[in-house]
């Protein structure tokens, strides 16, 4: 067992296990500031040198960790045994440690605790992920990215510290096919990430906030609420794309102009293609 008093938080580790088959290791222990106490569960590289010196912190139960989930497009396991269980390793790729604490009021100060030169859970930057609101903030600097879908309300950003990103079309929690709104924006949400953690740790300046169009709304094959897909009628979808063919070209397309305003990684096009491929094989077949 280790403990440490960092800061002004109490970080004990009572368990550390490598993952099968890759290069992350998990530890399970507990924060502690002041009366209150919260579970905490890391992911981090077994190789500091393998590190990007960033951290991300979401506050959630084990059974609602979403960062593997959604970053890594992973399956339901909230306590990875194996690489697998890692999803496509996006996170893991780039070197981000992942932090899950389950009660909020501990997550500042274990935030500052990290950045102690002798940290157990170390980071140079660490940055909390939240899903209401969506947010990504930094700690050290105060720069945060504001994620906006069709069902909340407006937000815009604040000053040279701020970016708001509207995902027109798409919903809190994209569906796999309709009836359900199928838009995505969680392929841009790794480019976002990304370019965040240039910004904090380079100062490289990000994508322009505003409306981002997806591929999905850019070149649609049905009409978007925020809880529902309604698919065109055959007529429709003629009337708009001469051919499979030419809808392919137009969604490949806007993933392009994505692509270039930083909003969509370019190992991830042929993803998102793909998936506006499969939509149209589901629509089609339906009309």
Same mark, same amino acid.
């Given at each position: 067992m280790i403990a440490a008093i960092l800061a002004v938080a109490l970080v004990t580790i009572s368990t550390r296990q490598d993952i099968f088959e890759s290069r992350y290791e998990k530890l399970s222990g507990t924060v502690r500031v002041g009366d209150v106490t919260s579970s905490l569960y890391v992911l981090q590289p077994r190789f500091a040198g393998e590190s990007n010196g960033a951290a991300l912190i979401e506050v959630a139960?084990?059974?609602?960790?979403?960062?593997?989930?959604?970053? &890594?497009?992973?399956?339901? &396991?909230p306590d990875p045994e194996t690489s697998a269980d890692l999803g496509d390793g996006f996170l893991m790729k780039f070197g981000f440690t992942l932090v899950w604490v389950d009660q909020p009021a501990v997550v500042a100060d274990l935030a500052a605790s990290m950045r102690a030169p002798d940290a157990v859970v170390a980071a140079k930057h660490v940055y909390e992920w939240t899903t209401t609101p969506r947010v990504v903030r930094d700690f050290g600097s105060g720069k945060v990215f504001y994620i906006r879908t069709a069902d909340d309300p407006a937000t815009r950003a604040a000053g040279d510290t701020s970016r708001a990103y509207h995902f027109v079309g798409a919903s809190a929690d994209p569906g796999r096919l309709p009836p359900? &709104?199928?838009?995505? *924006?969680?392929?841009?949400?790794?480019?976002?990430?990304?370019?965040?953690?240039?910004?904090?740790?380079?100062? @490289?300046?990000?994508?322009?906030?505003?409306?981002?169009?997806?591929?999905?709304? @850019?070149?649609?094959?049905?009409? *978007?609420?925020?809880?529902? @897909?309604?698919?065109?009628?055959?007529?429709?979808?003629?009337?708009? *794309?001469?051919s499979h063919d030419d809808y392919l070209a137009k969604i490949r397309a806007s993933a392009d102009a994505l692509i270039r305003r930083g909003l969509l990684l370019y190992d991830d096009e042929d993803k998102v293609v793909q998936h506006a491929d499969d939509l149209w094989d589901v629509i089609t077949r339906a009309r």
């Open positions: 139960d084990e059974a609602h960790r979403t960062l593997l989930r959604r970053f &890594n497009r992973g399956g339901p &396991n359900d &709104n199928t838009v995505d *924006y969680w392929w841009s949400m790794r480019a976002l990430l990304l370019r965040f953690h240039r910004w904090v740790s380079g100062g @490289a300046e990000p994508p322009q906030d505003g409306d981002v169009l997806l591929p999905e709304v @850019a070149v649609p094959l049905a009409t *978007y609420t925020p809880s529902s @897909a309604t698919p065109f009628t055959r007529d429709e979808i003629r009337q708009r *794309y001469p």
